[in-house]
């Protein structure tokens, strides 16, 4: 028998892998079984095709594979045709190989060409938002490549195998048509490959909101004009009911979906109250450069066009997406309270598995509300204390959810196993603590870079403890490098942060008297002029040891 040389071609590149990605391991195996008592089918060639008789069914085999037919009623491949293209193969002598020989993978030609605008337009822009987080974040899919690509996706939870021609790519939702979990696994290879740049797809994952234009340029006018009347008027004659008269602007920017005018005017009505009750920390500059950056954002609000206009509003909150089961460790909190209207407290995670920070927020709006009243501890995630009282604990959350700058959703959806204490140094690799601060300057300094890609866990090699500052109100310390590159640790002095520079100061001593104590210091790091700074979270002093 003469077998046609397309599909002869076929039959030899067609290995076990991709015969299971045709339909499943099931049905090869009922297949072998069938193929081990066949005795001498009926076969003839077809065309390009050949058709093999087995009993009371005839298939004919064709190339690709996946559009071979069968007499019997299946809509899929069933195991008649499998059973079909194994006997054709061992008449071939190409009988598929097992799986653990690991057959050379193809190139996937057909997968690389595929369009990502085609991807986008099934995916959705909640969905695309969703798979880009997943991948940047390091909690995406299971991808393995043999003659096939499988894509293990455990949050749907949904296996897909993907093949040439890609039509005949398989899902573990049944679907016969190319799926939403075909197109994110095609997505997700392609991204891991290199093939579609993360960053292009930012634009397109955005969210996409009808905004009142006219509207929104009114309020912008109006808060221009309130500005720069403010400007004119001069900080020493303004008057307090300034403060309301910000506070009234941010409420109109909230009902006119500006989001970030409304940060900027909750900010500026934080700093005006500070001035006006003789703050310490309320610093003039500070003031005018809130008021300048409301005013210059207004100023472009009213100018821009529809498309800038989404852009430059902002996102009030961003959506939370599932990111599977998560080992967290508590590095550590702080106390928060913003000048933009919330306060209360945010904890900082170390996943344990990823290598990569996330962070979960316990806050409260203050703008609305009266005097302020003394709130009860968090206790997310079904946890058996408040999360305070997890400090230097680990956590294993269960179906967690977090947003693209991995903030942690509290959905009652989630719940968490608490572990037995350990020190932070037997959780936290060493290869991430960063000794080198010429490390910070070009990883974790990036000019208006969210703050968690700012984190950093830091040991100096030496610590000098600066004069306190009474003037300005402020703290300092000089960390060193082996090199000598230095690293400013700064606090200024608030209410809030009142515990942090007593903890400094009692560490500033202990230096003086105690030589070789070497800290290690977890923080935000950030540039201010020509320094680059620490802004501290936490201070170990023995990081291989309990606290």
Aim: a negative charge.
């Amino acid at each position: 028998m003469q077998i046609p040389e397309k599909l002869a071609a076929a039959l030899a590149a067609a290995d076990e892998a991709y015969l299971v990605g045709l339909c499943n391991k099931g049905t090869v195996n009922r297949a072998k079984k069938d193929l081990a008592s066949l005795t001498d089918p009926q076969v003839k060639t077809e065309g390009e095709a050949v058709e093999v008789r087995m009993g009371e069914v005839t298939c004919l085999i064709q190339a690709p594979l996946g559009e071979s037919r069968c007499s019997c009623p299946s809509g899929g491949i069933c195991r008649h045709r499998i059973a079909a293209i194994l006997w054709l193969q061992q008449q071939e002598g190409t009988a598929a190989p097992a799986e653990e020989a690991a057959p050379e993978a193809p190139d996937f030609s057909e997968l690389r060409a595929y369009p990502a605008e085609k991807l986008l337009r099934q995916l959705g822009r909640r969905r695309l938002a969703a798979t880009l987080f997943r991948f940047q974040s390091g909690q995406g899919a299971a991808i393995t490549e043999t003659s096939v690509v499988t894509v293990e996706m455990p949050w749907l939870p949904a296996t897909v195998r993907l093949l040439e021609p890609i039509e005949h790519s398989t899902c573990s939702c049944h679907s016969r048509t190319f799926c939403v979990h075909k197109a994110e696994a095609l997505l997700l290879w392609q991204l891991q490959k290199g093939i579609v740049d993360p960053s292009a797809l930012e634009e397109a994952a955005a969210p996409e909101e009808e905004m009142d234009i006219e509207k929104v340029r009114g309020v912008c006018q109006g808060v221009r004009q309130a500005l720069t009347s403010q400007l004119a008027t001069g900080l020493s004659r303004l008057p307090t009911a300034v403060c309301e008269t910000v506070e009234r602007m941010a409420s109109l920017c909230h009902t006119a979906q500006l989001p970030d005018l409304e940060r900027a005017l909750r900010g500026l009505h934080g700093a005006y109250a500070a001035y006006f009750a003789r703050s310490a920390a309320c610093r003039d500059t500070e003031l005018l450069s809130r008021l300048s950056l409301a005013f210059r954002l207004a100023s472009a609000l009213e100018e821009a066009d529809g498309e800038t206009l989404r852009t430059l509003a902002g996102t009030f909150r961003e959506d939370y997406v599932p990111v599977g089961n998560l080992k967290l460790y508590l590095l550590g909190m702080r106390e928060f309270s913003g000048r933009g209207g919330y306060e209360g407290a945010i904890y900082y995670f170390w996943e344990r598995e990823a290598h990569r920070f996330y962070t979960f927020s316990d806050l409260r709006p203050t703008f609305y509300e009266g005097p302020p009243r003394r709130r009860s501890a968090a206790a997310p995630w079904g946890l058996p204390c408040p999360l305070r009282q997890a400090w230097n604990r680990g956590l294993d959350l269960t179906g967690a959810k977090a947003n693209r700058t991995g903030g942690l959703s509290s959905t009652q959806q989630c719940t968490a196993a608490l572990l037995a204490p350990q020190p932070p140094g037997a959780v936290f690799p060493e290869e991430e603590m960063i000794t080198d601060f010429s490390r910070l300057l070009e990883e974790r300094s990036a000019p208006h870079a969210p703050e968690i890609s700012r984190l950093a866990v830091v040991r100096p090699a030496r610590c000098r403890a600066q004069d306190y500052d009474t003037v300005g109100q402020v703290f300092s310390m000089e960390l060193l490098d082996q090199e000598g590159r230095d690293l400013w640790l700064t606090v200024r002095y608030r209410k809030e942060e009142a515990k942090v520079v007593d903890i400094l100061e009692q560490l500033a001593r202990r230096l003086q008297n105690e030589e070789g104590l070497r800290p290690v210091f977890f923080g935000v790091v950030y540039r201010e002029g020509d320094r680059l700074k620490l802004y501290p979270i936490e201070c170990f002093l023995r990081w291989e040891e309990e606290q």
